[in-house]
C-alpha cells in the first residue's frame, strides 16, 4: 500500500461532549490526544495501516462535527464500555464502529488489532491503533496530562495500586462471573459463583483501601477513575448474571462499600450514557448460554 499523507492540523474535529459544568472540571490540550506531529508537518503513516482506518482530514470543514476519535467495539461489550466510559469522562467526542459478533472478524479490526483480533481498539485519525482496554484509557491521561481530570491518580504508589487491582479485575474477577453463566457444567458454574464471591470480597478491601472513604476507588468524590471504570464496565453483567440465576453477588450483606459504589457508580452521568441495559445483558447472556449449549436448568 502507498504511504498516506495526512492533511494536519486535525484537532478542529474534536467536539466536546455534553454540559461543560457537569462532571469534567476542566479540559485543555484535546488536540494533543492526536499525536501525528506539529500542524507543520504532515504524517506519514505507515503502510500497513488500512486506508479504511484513515480520516481523510483534508475533505472535512472546520464546522464538522465527525468525531476524530473512533472505537471499534461494541454496544454490549464490557470493555468497550470501559474504553469508552474514559472518554465520555474526559469529554471527548468519539465514534463507536460497531463489531459484527462471530467466528469471522472484520478486516477492519484484524488490520487494527492484528495480535488479539479484539474488540475495542482506539483508532487514532490517522489510522494508528491503541488496543486493550485498560491502556486507552491510560493512553487518554498520557495524551493530555495537563487535564484536570485525570483518570489515573498523580501519586506513584496509588498509580500502582490502580493498574494492579485493574490487572485482578481482569484476570481473576471477569473470568469467574464470566463462568457463572457460561461455565460448561453446573459444577463449573457452581465452583463460579464461588469465586466470584471471592473476589468480590478481596475488592470490598481495595475499594476500602484506595477510596479513602471518598465515593469511588479515584478517592474522589464526583469523578471515577480507571479502578472504577475497570470495575464499573461490568455492572451490568453482573446485575444480569444476578437476574438470571437469581443470585446476589454485591449488596448491602455481603459487600456493603461496594454495594454503595455500585449504586453511584451506575448513577454517574458518564455510566448512564454508556452502560448497557440489564435486559439487554440478559437477553444476550440466553443468547451465549444457547450458542454455547450451556444448559443451566441441570
Ligand atoms: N483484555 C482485553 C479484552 C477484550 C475482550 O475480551 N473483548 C471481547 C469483547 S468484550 C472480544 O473481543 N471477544 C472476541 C474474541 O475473544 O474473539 C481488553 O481489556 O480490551
Known amino acids: 500500500m502507498t504511504p498516506t499523507r495526512l492533511a494536519a492540523p486535525v484537532s478542529h474535529s474534536f467536539k466536546l461532549l455534553g454540559d461543560p459544568a457537569e462532571e469534567r472540571p476542566a479540559r485543555s ?34 464546522g464538522e462535527t465527525k468525531a476524530a476519535l473512533r472505537v471499534l467495539g461494541g454496544e ?10 474514559a472518554l465520555e469522562l474526559r469529554g471527548v467526542a468519539y465514534e463507536l464502529l460497531d463489531e459484527p459478533l462471530g467466528p469471522r472478524k472484520s478486516d477492519r479490526l484484524l488490520a487494527a488489532n492484528p495480535v488479539y483480533g479484539k474488540i475495542p481498539v482506539l483508532l ?55 463462568a457463572v453463566s457460561l461455565g460448561p457444567t453446573p459444577a463449573a ?14 475488592l470490598e478491601g481495595a475499594f476500602g483501601d484506595r477510596s479513602g472513604g471518598a465515593a469511588f476507588f479515584s478517592g474522589g468524590d464526583a469523578a471515577p477513575g480507571l479502578l472504577d471504570l475497570a470495575l464499573g464496565c461490568f455492572l451490568p453483567a453482573l446485575r444480569a448474571c444476578e437476574r438470571l440465576h437469581g443470585l446476589s453477588l454485591v449488596d448491602a450483606s455481603a459487600t456493603p462499600l461496594l454495594d454503595g459504589w455500585s449504586r453511584r457508580f451506575a448513577a454517574h452521568p458518564a455510566a448512564r450514557r454508556v452502560l448497557p441495559d440489564t435486559d439487554k445483558v440478559v437477553e444476550f447472556t440466553r443468547f451465549l448460554q444457547a450458542k454455547f449449549g450451556v444448559d443451566v436448568s441441570k
Open 29 to 62: 490540550a484535546l488536540s494533543s490526544l492526536i499525536s501525528s506531529g506539529p500542524a507543520s508537518q504532515p504524517a506519514v503513516l505507515p503502510a500497513a495501516i488500512s486506508d479504511d482506518l484513515v480520516i481523510d482530514t483534508e475533505t472535512m470543514t472546520a
Open 76 to 85: 454490549l461489550s464490557p470493555f468497550t464500555a470501559r474504553a469508552r466510559l
Open 124 to 178: 487514532l485519525p490517522d489510522g494508528r491503533a491503541i488496543c486493550e482496554s485498560a491502556v486507552i484509557v491510560q493512553y487518554l491521561d498520557d495524551a493530555d496530562s495537563d487535564c484536570l481530570l485525570l483518570l489515573l491518580p498523580q501519586d506513584p504508589y496509588e498509580r500502582a495500586m490502580h493498574r494492579f487491582w485493574t490487572v485482578y479485575i481482569d484476570d481473576k474477577f471477569w473470568p469467574a462471573l464470566d
Open 189 to 202: 458454574r457452581a465452583q463460579a459463583v464461588e469465586d466470584a464471591r471471592a473476589a468480590l470480597r478481596v
